[in-house]
């Protein structure tokens, strides 16, 4: 039997997934979307309702072209699709004034007041004193760097994830979920996929397979990434009223230490009735497939007294919901997009570092008109495989 061929095939249809296969359908490729669960799903990354999205991003200038364009993508999306997809509330950043040399973001605040500065960016540096002032909730000593971007906000992760499949399937896309992809080999000219339900031919594939990720890439990009398990709680505010996104913008507090870092979202609208709160922890990696995903009683009472009670007031330690998100980072903790070695036909691009989501719909156009044309209007050239060998 002659299979179909299609021009795309994407495997995992989470954050990057779903923004590729949208972008490349508005490409006018024939594509075909295929994920294991039901996306959006909350056992890979993209999970937990709400993102941070900041256009002056600290992380480095090769981001700035990519978070823009996502803005107004995701603009355009809410008027495609009428969905509110992008709430700008601002966001506080918050550092140490003696930056720890290896950390994993150091001197986040002046870094990113660079950013700002050379992208055109509002971008106030805050002293301590004035965020109290404007903000009582905050706890923030006197010996600390702050600055604020009234452009960053809050991204409906699930929603937006949600929007780029169902807009793509009304472009033409073919969605298939329940569905896993066990091998993807690559012969001439074109590339076989097998699933768990069958067999696919596709001129091109991307592996978006986030926190799976090695477990379908070569053995040189697999080994390049480490999943770890991060969570997020819900905790019953004091007035919620006073911590939605119209009220307060979210607040990014970076430590000496990695494992100290803590970030506060508000409630965007239909949100879950109260204060997100997350850490992060890189001590102890895990894999997609055997990660603990229950929240002890244990762990969401030391969080909130070791974390939570010393920075913020207003909130109470009735934690009301948690979830178990996981990271993909590389060993540089920036992007790994590239393609596979025995096929330019296929693109992996996943491990975005625990900070991917703000710019992955234009991640996903990007590689969707490399595909399409051959070449990009955005440079990818940064987030290139780091493996000695390439
Ligand atoms: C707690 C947490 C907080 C974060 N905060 C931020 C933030 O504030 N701002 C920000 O910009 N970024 C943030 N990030 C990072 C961002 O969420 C991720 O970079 C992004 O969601 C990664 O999406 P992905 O598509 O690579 O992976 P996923 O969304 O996990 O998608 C991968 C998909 O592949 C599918 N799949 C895997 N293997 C197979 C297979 N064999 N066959 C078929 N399907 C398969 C999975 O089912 C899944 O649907 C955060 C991440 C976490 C975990």
């Known amino acids: 039997m002659t299979l179909r061929r299609y021009d795309l095939l994407v495997v995992g249809l989470g954050a990057m997934g779903s923004a590729v296969t949208y972008h490349a359908t508005r490409q006018g490729l024939s594509v075909l979307g295929v994920d294991q669960y039901e996306p959006p799903h909350d056992l890979g990354s993209t999970t937990a309702e709400t993102r941070i999205t900041r256009l002056a991003v600290g992380e480095g200038p090769q981001y700035l072209p990519?978070?823009?364009?996502?803005?107004?993508?995701?603009?355009?999306?809410?008027?495609?699709?009428?969905?509110?997809?992008?709430?700008?509330?601002?966001?506080?950043?918050?550092?140490?004034?003696?930056?720890?040399?290896?950390?994993?973001?150091?001197?986040?605040?002046?870094?990113?007041?660079?950013?700002?500065?050379?992208?055109?960016?509002?971008?106030?540096?805050?002293?301590?004193?004035?965020?109290?002032?404007?903000?009582?909730?905050?706890?923030?000593?006197?010996?600390?760097?702050?600055?604020?971007?009234?452009?960053?906000?809050?991204?409906?992760?699930d929603r937006a994830v949600e929007v780029q499949l169902e807009l793509a399937q009304q472009h033409g896309a073919t969605i298939q979920t329940g569905e896993r992809v066990e091998t993807i080999e690559p012969h001439d000219g074109f590339v076989r996929v097998r699933t768990d339900a069958g067999e696919y031919e596709a001129t091109n594939v991307v592996v978006s397979t986030g926190p799976w990720f090695s477990e379908l890439v070569a053995p040189e990009h697999g080994e390049q990434?480490?999943?770890?398990?991060?969570?997020?709680?819900?905790?019953?505010?004091?007035?919620?009223?006073?911590?939605?996104?119209?009220?307060?913008?979210?607040?990014?507090?970076?430590?000496?230490?990695d494992e100290d870092y803590i970030g506060l979202f508000p409630m965007p609208p239909g949100g879950t009735p109260a204060v997100k709160i997350l850490g992060e922890q890189f001590l102890e990696t895990t894999d997609a497939r055997s990660v603990d995903r229950e929240v002890s009683q244990q762990e969401i009472d030391t969080f909130f007294d070791v974390h939570v009670a010393p920075k913020f007031s207003g909130v109470t330690r009735n934690c009301v919901r948690s979830a178990v998100c996981l990271y993909t980072n590389t060993t540089d903790d920036h992007f790994l997009i590239d393609t596979d070695p025995r096929s330019e036909n296929i693109i992996v691009m996943s491990p975005c570092s625990g900070h991917g989501f703000k710019h992955s719909t234009a991640l996903g156009e990007a590689v969707a008109e490399r595909i399409a044309t051959g070449t990009s209007t955005y440079d990818l050239a940064p987030f290139r495989s780091r493996h000695q060998d390439r």
């Open 66 to 157: 990519f978070v823009e364009r996502s803005h107004e993508i995701w603009r355009e999306l809410e008027a495609e699709s009428g969905a509110q997809i992008l709430h700008e509330c601002g966001g506080i950043i918050i550092t140490d004034q003696q930056p720890v040399p290896g950390q994993r973001w150091e001197d986040f605040v002046t870094e990113t007041a660079r950013i700002a500065e050379r992208g055109g960016i509002e971008y106030e540096l805050l002293d301590p004193a004035s965020v109290r002032h404007a903000h009582p909730w905050v706890n923030v000593p006197d010996n600390r760097n702050a600055g604020f971007e009234r452009t960053a906000g809050l991204v409906m992760a």
């Open 225 to 257: 990434v480490t999943v770890t398990r991060q969570v997020v709680y819900w905790f019953e505010a004091e007035d919620l009223d006073a911590f939605t996104t119209s009220a307060i913008p979210f607040v990014m507090w970076i430590a000496q230490r």
